[in-house]
């Protein structure tokens, strides 16, 4: 079983940065793969960025490369995401998940999920 708590959501200009954190009740942190999808409103969820168990490989959907950082501190049991020039259109829902190490090629391996953190891009 992976707990998984999200915090650092809010409401920010377009242009302005958030940073996301996931903290995971696991003791054995550093075995799971971490991700961060979201959920627009009418919207299916989406894959944001996913990293590996070492913090060596990550993912990034292709319309957030360069503008988003995910990262991970396995002494933390923490992964992060780093969301800077936010657009209104990143406004959703932002889920945390954990997984197996197959996660990174496969996201519906991904079976332990946060409760969501909201942001919200104004114009």
């Known amino acids: 079983q992976v707990q998984l708590v999200e915090s650092g959501g809010g409401l920010v200009q377009a242009g302005g940065s958030l940073r996301l954190s996931c903290t995971a009740s696991?003791?054995?942190?550093?075995?799971?793969?971490m991700g961060w999808f979201r959920q627009a409103p009418g919207k299916e969820r989406e894959v944001v960025a996913a990293?590996?168990?070492?913090?060596?490989?990550?993912y990034y959907a292709d319309s957030l490369k360069g503008r988003f950082t995910i990262s991970r501190d396995n002494a933390k049991n923490t992964v992060y995401l780093q969301m800077n020039s936010l657009k209104p259109e990143d406004t959703a829902v932002y889920y945390c998940?954990?997984?197996?190490?197959?996660?990174?090629?496969?996201?519906?391996?991904?079976?332990?999920w946060g409760q969501g953190t909201q942001v919200t891009v104004s114009s």
């Open positions: 696991r003791r054995t942190f550093s075995s799971i793969a």
């Open positions: 990293i590996n168990l070492s913090g060596g490989n990550t």
């Open positions: 998940a954990a997984g197996p190490r197959r996660s990174l090629s496969d996201f519906t391996a991904f079976g332990y």
